[in-house]
C-alpha cells in the first residue's frame, strides 16, 4: 500500500491579504515533494484549505492509496475531522471539495501538531512573501 506523508500551511499578511500555501509531501521518510504557491488574495483559512486541496491533489497524481495529513490549524482539522461545522459559505465550497477528493484514497487521515512540527510547510507558504520582498530571511505573517 503506498503511503504518503503531508504537512500542509497556509499563510497570509493581512487576514485578508496576499495569501500562500505550502505541502511537503514524503514517502518512506524521503521528501518527494514540495509545493510553495502564491494564491491571491485570501485568508488565512482559506489559505489553509486551499494548502490541503493542492495536497490531495498531489497525492491522487502520485496514486497514494494511504495519506496521512498533519496540520497545524486547529479549526480546519476541527472541520475535517467532523468535530466543527463549517458555516463560512467560502469555506464550505473547499470543504467540499476536500470531502470528495478523500474518497481517492482507501484510508485518509488528519492531525493538529503543533506549529514547531510544522516548520517546512510553514517555510514553503511563507516562500512566495520572501520572493516578493527580495528578502533571504522569513517575513512575519
Known sequence: MEELVIHTDGA?????????????ID??????????K????????????????????EALILKADKIRVFTDSELMFKQVTGQYKVKDVKIKALFEQIQHLKQGFQD??????PREQNQDADRLATQPF???AGQDGCTAV
Do not use: D, W
Open 130 to 132: 520572501k520572493k516578493e
Open 27 to 36: 514517502r518512506q521518510g524521503k521528501r518527494i515533494k514540495e509545493i510553495s
Open 108 to 113: 485518509f487521515e488528519i492531525q493538529h501538531v
Open 12 to 24: 497570509c499578511r493581512g487576514n485578508p491579504g496576499p495569501a500562500a500555501v505550502g505541502v511537503t
Open 38 to 57: 502564491a494564491i491571491g488574495q485570501a485568508t488565512n483559512n482559506i489559505a489553509e484549505y486551499t494548502a490541503l486541496i493542492y495536497a490531495l491533489q
